[in-house]
């Protein structure tokens, strides 16, 4: 989509929200490896272009689902750097009380329905948010994120298909990132694309250069106003790219260093859309320095309060299991 | 007290889902043939005249897609969906949507979701069915915290306590015995609920405290029934919500008795049954005059024949040969 058709004030935040995505998560990946964060850590370092380029579309009250590597789709969507930082070290300020951590991220308050460690798991959730919104007749959406891997997995065609079945407007966006794990997409299935999946379900299917972050705009835009109107699921595959490892610590025998360098050269999102900006003049160099400055100061005063946070009391274990108090016995202690 | 009409269990149940889909646009009743058949059991039977197509919602044969549904729905506070499972059997299909999604997501929100669904789904043998339509696998729901559980027995408590598990905001699977859809029972016409984790003591005794679930809970009774004639007295206590469970009317039970049998449909090993006995051993141990005793089925599929069916589910004689083994 030609920068001129899209306001600068939503290119500035596109901008924004990739080098906050992309700060954010090279600054985890330190933190896992100095030991401070726990757990599985996955990183969405080279696929910013596909959550921006989707939620630069999408309204506060709309909804997502994501995945195990969340971490971009939860900044983009609004949510607290802040709590979820902390939510990565297992604090008691975090998001999720510490209860959740880097596979469980969520806010509800920004319509976040949660990163899930489940593959695939998360997908019938955007179908769920989308009937509700259609039973209360709202013009709002739902949008699930999922993997290359994700679109063999059953929630995808059952959700799908529901989705289609029942015109919800929900949008299915698969971040073909070409690796389940070790596993790579020609091994996959054997179609060349998965949006071509789309004609199985009756519905509109396109796929997009997922490193090219106003391809993805375009293609979003349409597919969400559609859904907007009342017309119905559209599955988009944005082709994309990992930085990093499936997941930090992973010793990628699966891919050559030569075809990772490649990518990262060529086709490193952010620095495409730099390019772009600065080419058609919507930015300086000043300005764009400023915001990578800004976004590191954000992400050093995230950590800095998560490493300052307390650790959740003991007490919290028993608690947040049921929301309504009922009689009998219901988390039980022998 | 005011005759009360009888009607039956699955009538109750209807009658439950109808006032909460009156008072509360949010309730939607989604699940295979739910529609304009009624349900294969008959309990959604109405519905989809009264409230329509979009609140009772056929759904294609994609359980984990549909559970999995309801779940985002709920989760979004947008809508309170009931789901119908046709037969726990299937459960397999979307256990993780069940036990990883909807069970846990509220815990690792911190505290931030509230899961407001109903998976209603059946139970039980008897029908020759056979192995994969006739289980009754309660224990694979009680073992995972975060869900509610609710198995009833009467169609009284049938309709209190659906109305209950539609007005939670926690994922309760309520589970009804295939066999008790057509029983019969006094139900008033207006809506009533019945608390989640509140045992009934369906007949008091003062030798013997049996245990019982669901279609149990009638053979239980049968025998406490004809054991009165003998001069024995037995005390049925009906736990109706498995979880949340209502220990201190167990235990009291327990203790006033001093002995206990537990009678349940689930398999026998970590079932709901070995549980029950597992509370009796650790919190009123120095109560009990006798061991416990514990009557499921064997721990084999559910066989087709109905010579082996027979056999298979308990039988009022091996509760009675039980109540006579612990006096
Ligand atoms: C149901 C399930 N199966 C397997 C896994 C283990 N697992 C975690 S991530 C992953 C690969 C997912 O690949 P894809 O959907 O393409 O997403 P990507 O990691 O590439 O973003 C696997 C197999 C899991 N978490 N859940």
Redesign the pocket.
């Known amino acids: 989509m030609p920068v001129e058709e899209i306001p600068r004030e939503t290119l500035l935040w596109m901008y924004e929200t990739m080098v906050r995505i992309r700060v954010h998560e090279e600054r985890v990946a330190e933190l896992f490896a100095q030991g401070k964060v726990p757990g599985f850590v ?1 990183l969405y370092v080279g ?1 910013e272009a596909v959550a921006v380029g989707v939620m630069a579309n999408l309204r506060r009250e709309d909804f997502i689902t994501s ?3 969340g971490h971009g789709h939860y900044i983009a969507k609004g949510g607290d750097v802040k709590a979820s930082m902390a939510e990565l070290f297992g604090k008691k300020t975090g998001s999720g009380k510490g209860k959740g951590g880097s596979m469980h991220i969520a806010d509800l308050d920004v319509g976040e329905l949660g990163a899930n ?5 998360g997908i019938p959730h955007a179908v769920g948010a989308g009937l509700g919104i259609k039973l209360n007749g709202l013009d709002n959406v739902a949008v699930a994120f ?6 063999n ?1 059953q929630n995808f065609h059952e959700g799908i298909n529901l989705a289609a079945i029942w015109k919800l407007p929900v949008v299915f966006v698969c ?3 070409q ?3 070790s596993l790579s997409y020609d091994k996959q299935q054997t179609i060349k694309s998965v949006a071509e999946r789309a004609k199985a379900y009756g519905i509109p299917g396109v796929s997009v250069d997922g490193q090219d972050v106003l391809a993805v705009y375009e293609v979003a835009k349409e597919a969400i106003e559609r859904a907007r109107r009342g017309e119905g699921p559209t599955l988009i595959e944005a082709k994309t790219y ?1 930085f990093r490892g ?1 997941f930090e610590g992973d010793p990628q025998v699966y891919r050559s260093k030569e075809e990772v360098e490649w990518w990262k050269k060529n086709k490193d999102p952010i620095k495409l859309f730099e390019e772009k900006l600065l080419a058609k003049g919507i930015a300086t160099r000043e300005e764009l320095d400023a915001i990578w400055e800004k976004a590191r100061k954000e992400i050093e005063e995230a950590v800095k309060f998560a490493e300052e946070s307390p650790w959740p009391s003991k007490e919290e274990l028993l608690e947040d299991v049921f929301s309504t108090p009922t009689k009998g016995v219901l988390v039980w202690q022998w | 007290m005011a005759v009360v009409r009888e009607i039956t269990f699955a009538q109750a149940l209807n009658e439950a889902l109808d006032y909460e889909m009156g008072k509360d646009e949010k309730v939607v009743v989604m699940g295979e043939d739910v529609g304009l058949y009624g349900g294969i059991y008959g309990v959604t039977a109405g519905l989809y005249e009264k409230y329509g197509p979009e609140r009772v919602r056929d759904t294609p044969i994609a359980e984990s897609g549909f559970v999995g549904t309801a779940v985002g729905a709920a989760a979004t506070g947008l809508l309170r969906p009931v789901v119908e499972l046709m037969f726990i059997d299937f459960l397999g299909v979307t256990y ?1 949507q069940i036990y990883n999604q909807a069970a846990k997501m509220r815990y690792m929100f911190g505290g931030k979701a509230r899961i407001p669904m109903v998976l209603r789904t059946t139970c039980g043998a008897g029908f020759s069915a056979a192995a994969q339509h006739s289980q009754s696998l309660h224990a694979l729901f009680i073992h995972v915290p975060g869900l509610k559980v609710v198995m009833p027995s009467t169609p009284y408590d049938a309709k209190g306590l659906l109305i209950s598990a539609i007005e939670d905001d926690d994922p309760v699977i309520f589970i009804e015995h295939k066999g008790l859809y057509a029983v019969k029972g006094p139900v008033p016409e207006e809506p009533y609920s019945i608390p989640l984790g509140e045992a009934d003591v369906k007949r008091e005794g003062k030798d013997v405290t049996i245990v019982a679930t669901a279609a149990m809970v009638h053979k239980s009774l049968e025998v406490a029934e004809k054991l009165a004639e003998e001069g024995v007295s037995v005390e049925v206590v009906d736990p109706r919500s498995l979880v949340p469970l209502d220990t201190d009317t167990i235990l009291n039970s327990i203790k006033k008795t001093g002995r206990l049998v537990v009678v349940d449909e689930g398999y026998p090993r970590a079932g709901f049954a070995t549980d029950i006995a597992a509370l009796a051993a650790s919190r009123a141990f120095e109560h009990l005059k006798a061991p416990v005793k514990i009557i499921t089925p064997p721990a084999t599929p559910v066989p087709f024949s109905p010579a082996l069916e027979n056999e298979w589910i308990p039988s009022a004689e091996r509760i009675e040969n039980a109540v006579r083994e612990v006096l």
Do not use: C, L
Request: aromatic share 8%.
């Open positions: 996955h696929e995945t195990h590597r460690g489940m593959v695939g798991g999922f993997g290359d891997g994700a679109s997995q971040e073909n990132n690796y389940q794990i990992r499936h | 993780d």
